[in-house]
């Protein structure tokens, strides 16, 4: 499984980017996960073929949606209203088995390179 994140950048406190995913396949879930440097990656959101997401805290649902697009193998981080401490590499991930829902990055076996997200206050 190939997947390739694009879309980061550098935007100020409150602004938005979408980050997007390409997959050479749709596998049952996918995630969106960052990772910080100095700290454990975490997840972020996860995401169903069937489009059920799941959020890793209430302040990250009030802001992000994550969306995909089976058709086009793609899959998609809406941010908004971004924060400094969400500055960090985004990162693509995929899987096909086990509980979707389940927000720890180990699950994953198939990553992209990560795209950087930099908020600056």
């Known amino acids: 499984v190939q997947l390739q994140e694009s879309g980061g950048g550098s935007v100020q406190a409150g602004g938005s980017l979408r980050l997007t995913c390409l997959g050479s396949?749709?596998?049952?879930?996918m995630a969106w996960l960052r990772q910080i440097p100095g700290r454990e990656r975490e997840a972020v959101a996860t995401?169903?073929?069937?489009?059920?997401?799941?959020y890793s805290s209430d302040d990250i649902k009030g802001r992000f949606t994550i969306s995909r697009d089976n058709d086009r193998n793609s899959m998609y981080l809406q941010m908004n209203s971004l924060k400094p401490e969400d500055s960090a590499m985004y990162f693509c991930?995929?899987?096909?088995?086990?509980?979707?829902?389940?927000?720890?990055?180990?699950?994953?076996?198939?990553w992209g390179q990560g795209t950087q997200v930099t908020v600056s206050s």
């Open positions: 995401i169903h073929t069937s489009g059920g997401p799941t």
């Open positions: 991930a995929a899987k096909w088995f086990g509980r979707c829902g389940r927000l720890f990055p180990a699950d994953y076996p198939y």
């Open positions: 396949h749709a596998p049952h879930c």
